[in-house]
Nanobody, 125 residues
Framework: QLQLVESGGGLVQPGGSLRLSCAASGFTLDYYAMSWFRQAPGREREGVSC????????NYADSVKGRFTISRDNDKNTVILQMNSLKPEDTAVYYC??????????????????WGQGTQVTVSS
């Protein structure tokens, strides 16, 4: 069974950090560009960050640049999102997704084949 499973979400105070993991089973992430999306209540799901498999390049939404870092560990078949300096507006359900491409073009949801179930991140004092 092809599956993506996120973990690492939780409640954190503003300015804190969380590390999200996305583990794949049933397929190898090596060949896929991988993205993190998030969806806050009443809002559209938005792309947060992406890492290509072809050249390892990364990109970030303007709202998280300088605070979030995406990486991949192909040996563990896992993608990581390190989130620092968290703000209340980062509160959302975070999803990882595997692209049909090996390069990060955009966050068009139609270009993503596999999705995780999501992990809740809440930033509040």
């Amino acid at each position: 069974q092809l599956q993506l499973v996120e973990s690492g979400g939780g409640l954190v105070q503003p300015g804190g950090s969380l590390r999200l993991s996305c583990a794949a089973s049933g397929f190898t992430l090596d060949y896929y560009a991988m993205s993190w999306f998030r969806q806050a209540p009443g809002r559209e799901r938005e792309g947060v960050s992406c890492i290509s498999s072809s050249d390892g390049s990364t990109n970030y939404a303007d709202s998280v640049k300088g605070r979030f870092t995406i990486s991949r560990d192909n040996d563990k078949n896992t993608v990581i999102l390190q989130m620092n300096s968290l703000k209340p507006e980062d509160t959302a359900v975070y999803y990882c997704a595997a692209s049909i491409f090996d390069y990060c073009y955009d966050y068009d949801r139609d270009e993503y084949d596999y999705w995780g179930q999501g992990t809740q991140v809440t930033v509040s004092s």
